[in-house]
């Protein structure tokens, strides 16, 4: 009897375009020019390659939905016979090269480092392939789990259950040409669209994208946030003549420390903090119009 073979990050084309991309967003918070990951990307993931044509089976999988279980069975037959017609020597090929140019450029250890939140659908279609096209034996447990885990994602309704996913799905859904579009397009409608950010938003962002595996570090983060965030509401509290106002702002003074309840850091903390900051860019605003 065969071993069983394990998943790993580093095989899966969308796990691979998820932490290219995330790496893209990363690349333009920190304002570099010339983004390494979005040649990589322009290179490796377009329709002509083996990878872009991989992925776009990926996506499909990961997106679509049916409101019934035949339908979605017929879907994931479908996808697996094109997944057939693809040539595992050119995508292996192509992954190989991927991975030489991203060491190249990037620490891999921090590369891959990331928190995937959709890892569970992307390695199961992995297994899916691997065990329809390949000599890859995942097991049959683990084959029958994949199986039925796409199933049950293709007919589950898409419904607001993004909104709590993490704040780079959340911009995405805001503006899907982010992450869809063409690489330049990708980093002109990033600028365009969040250039009015602050600093202390800019760098929960980074101090987001760049930690969201290390959820202590993030914690830390995120505290000391908070605790800076009362001092400077509080310092506004005097200047404030509206009572209703003024009540509403020793609400969310109160409401701070609740960012972040319990060990762990969740998605709508870092919404909730990206709010905060946005209420003091309008007292700051307010009190200087009262000076001038």
Known sequence: MSQNIKHTKIKNTGILYELLTRQITVDVLNDIKKSPAIEIFKEFFNKQTELGKEYELYKILN??????????VKLLEAVIKNRKNLSNRRLNNEKYNLIKTIKENYNVKDFFNTRIPNFKILASIYKVFATETSKENFGPIENTDSHITLVENIINKTKSESQDSTIIENYKDQDKDLRLLTYQVLVDKF??????????????????INNVSNTNSLKSFIDSEVTKIKKILKSHLPKVDDEITKIKLSEAISHADSTTKGNSVKDKSVVTLMRYYELIKELEDVTNRKTT
């Open 63 to 72: 997106e679509k939905k049916y409101s019934n279980e035949s339908h979605a």
């Open 191 to 208: 600028n365009t669209k969040y250039k009015s950010l602050n600093e202390s938003q800019k760098n929960l962002l980074k101090e987001y």
